[in-house]
């Protein structure tokens, strides 16, 4: 089992186990890392789970679906990189992944 790093807006930096499979978002829910709402559950339908990944990651989470990038649209911090962590579904080689936090999610 690897890990994934948070980051919050602030600098705060939350190391957690890395469970592939899951997708990021309940990683993140799972081990009470603030800063992520997720309203809806993970329906791709709240944005409330807005997540900047380092460049370097972005690759390895998969494509991003006109949907998601409906919603990704409309948050207040979009970045080239930016995801909803709900639609990440981890693998063992995300490994090391950082993942920075939005100062507000919508
Ligand atoms: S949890 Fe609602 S869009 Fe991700």
């Known amino acids: 089992m690897g890990h994934i790093t948070f980051i919050e807006y602030d600098g705060t930096q939350h190391d957690v186990d890395l469970e592939a499979g899951k997708s990021l978002m309940q990683i993140a829910m799972d081990n009470g890392v603030p800063g992520v709402d997720a309203d809806c559950g993970g329906e791709c339908a709240c944005g409330t789970c807005?997540?900047?990944l380092?460049?370097?990651?972005f690759p390895e989470t998969g494509e991003v679906v006109d949907d998601e990038k409906q919603m990704l649209a409309m948050t207040p911090e979009q970045a080239e990189t930016s995801?909803?962590?709900?639609?990440?579904?981890?693998?063992?080689e995300m490994d090391g992944m950082v993942v920075r936090l939005p100062e507000f999610q919508m």
């Open 50 to 52: 807005h997540v900047i």
């Open 54 to 57: 380092e460049a370097n990651w």
């Open 83 to 92: 995801r909803l962590a709900c639609q990440v579904h981890t693998t063992n």
